[in-house]
């Protein structure tokens, strides 16, 4: 791990200042140890105090710098830390950028499992383009966010060459260190914003596709509904057209056996009436003779209801004379009773006798038709 490295690179970086520090001890030791021999030669006691002073001089201007160096050791350590501290930052930054795109690689797949669904439950074609639209539209965004971690990817291997030569050139990549970071985090939070603005447009598009799903969903029930309804209306009717069928071809078949039963008896009938048809055959001569006789007959019958309907105004006329003989009687009575006392016996019977006269020869006249009807009727007989 890069942060591994770092921490070893601080370490001998650390290391160096204590060797050098070790290293100015033993020959300050030995500078010590050539003083005490001298101060113990009587050539000591005789050395000048300029001597003393310039080796002062020199520790303080070694410990001036020891501290100088020290310091300086100390602002890169600092500095190393920082950029530590800001690597460990853009490595955490571009694990929650690998986490996005781990989420964003699932709400593909996601999107690639839901058009594989929707490719088998849609049947509109424009509700297949729309959803096509807004897949190309979450790939492009993959695409991009797969970019923006390649770039990240990209820059973060360019960080780390940059901390492999700063081990070498630390003073000069200092500067372009600071910058190559400050154009990082600028990256980091453009890329971060693209990123999390691309999200919540695909959180967007996945919430309008969700409520699509849902909907296209609720069709599909209404429709699978709809035409369980209309299957089972149409099986009903089918099964009662059947039955119906069965009914009237049961119903046919009984008539048919019916008319295959009549059939036989009819021919049974006709093989039966075929001697009695011969024999009328036969007779036929006869019948027509007798057909004639019966048309004469007819004939002589329509004469003969001439007669009678004349004979009926015959009678018609004389039960009129009746009527009149009968009022003149009652006249004569009438006139009878009048002249009672005026007319005599004889009268009376002479006009009885007329009277009586009239009576036979109105009887005469009844019976002639009648006798001459009885002739008629005999003769056609």
Sequence with gaps: MPSNELKQRRKTTQGKPHEQTTETKPKAEPGKGADEPDRNSPTSAASPPSAVDIRTITCLLSLAVCLVLTWVVLLQ?????????????????????????????????????????????????????????????????????????????????????????????????????????????????????????????????MRSISEKLEELEDSTKQNARALERTESEDVEGVEEQVRWNRREIERLEEQHQALGSRGRELSAKIAEYQPRARQCEEQLPVVEDAVRSILRVSSELAGLEKRVEDLTVQVFNMEDNMLKVVSEILEIKTALDALEVDNSILKLRNELGVIKEKVREFERARREPHSEEQSREGAVE
Excluded at 143 to 169: C, H, K, L, P, Y
């Design 77 to 205: 350590a600092a500095r190393f830390a920082d950029i530590e501290e800001k690597s460990r930052l853009l490595y955490e930054k571009a694990a929650d950028i690998e986490g996005l795109s781990n989420e964003i690689s699932e709400i593909s797949r996601k999107l690639d499992a839901s058009e594989e669904d929707l490719q088998g439950a849609l049947s509109s074609m424009s509700l297949v383009a729309k959803m096509d639209k807004d897949v190309s539209g979450l790939r492009s965004v993959i695409a991009a966010v797969q970019g923006g971690e390649q770039f990240v990817s990209q820059n973060m291997q360019s960080i780390n060459r940059s901390f492999q030569n700063a081990t070498d050139v630390w003073r000069r990549s200092l500067e372009g260190i600071t910058q190559d970071i400050g154009n990082l985090k600028s990256d980091s939070k453009a890329l971060h914003n693209q990123v999390t603005a691309k999200i919540n447009k695909a959180e967007k598009t």
